[in-house]
């Protein structure tokens, strides 16, 4: 493919300032490749619930990567990823890559719909994000030196955004994706006592993993003005769905994922966690 011919694509990443989109973003971007932020704030805007900014954020989109916030397993997250796939085949946006949710039985629904759509797909399956500790919603108790969540023992593969974003750009750029389903996680499982332990050698400080009932984190989640079914996703950590490794990233890349303590020391490097 000629530099001419990828200028002349634009690559829409809707959610493109989020934690995979913007590094999704950034390495079409280094690649020379068009892209377009499909986002609130985008140029032209780009709204799920308002599907009368589909068609400006679609003009001249050949490829897709779709995100859908908070996640595909909400309610009417199916219908509006059906409704917007098929649209956007329509349109003549031939390549959608869809970030899907490892174990959730409704993001399959959404996975379902964007293959009916005739496009030429990759559905990539992650769970939960490295990043979710220095970038989102565990920032703060990471700061505040406790993380407090309804998880008990159970145990996560956690994986690294940036491995998710190589992987989705790999699905954009390379015709040798189409039609895969890559399920990521990271190299081992961790428990959240065992996150807060390389998160206190990543920082020398003392940060506590402490166990709630889902109760007590729906409280915490009201009164951060939060949706509540954020805890409702920990039932899929709490039943074990999860609880074994997956290798998307090597089957997509053939190279291994990022571990978590590499993760925390890179990002502890950037101040991020200092107090």
Known sequence: MTQNTQNTQITLVIGGHGKTGRRVAERLTAQGRAVRIGSRTGEPPFVWEDSSTWGAALEGVDRVYIT?????????????????????????????????????????????NVKASGADWTI???????????????????????????????????????DIADVVVAAL????????????????????????????????????YISVTNEEYRAVLRENGLPEEFADLFTMILDGRNAHLVHGVEEALGRKPKDFADFAREAAATGVWNV
């Open 68 to 112: 859908y916030y908070p996640d595909l397993a909400f309610p009417g997250a199916a219908e509006q990823v059906a409704e917007f796939s098929e649209f956007a085949v329509a349109k003549g946006a031939r390549r959608l890559v869809l970030l899907s949710g490892r174990g959730e039985e409704a993001a399959e629904v959404s996975e379902n």
């Open 173 to 208: 750029t390379d015709d040798k994706h189409i039609g895969k389903t890559y399920e990521l996680s990271g190299p081992r499982l961790l428990s959240y006592s065992d996150v807060a332990t390389e998160l206190s050698k990543a920082t020398g400080r003392d940060i506590k």
């Open 124 to 162: 990539v399956r992650s769970s939960w994000f490295n990043q979710n500790f220095n970038e989102s919603f565990f920032l703060e108790p990471v700061l505040a030196g406790e993380i407090a969540l309804p998880t008990g023992d159970a145990v996560e593969a956690f994986v690294d955004a940036d």
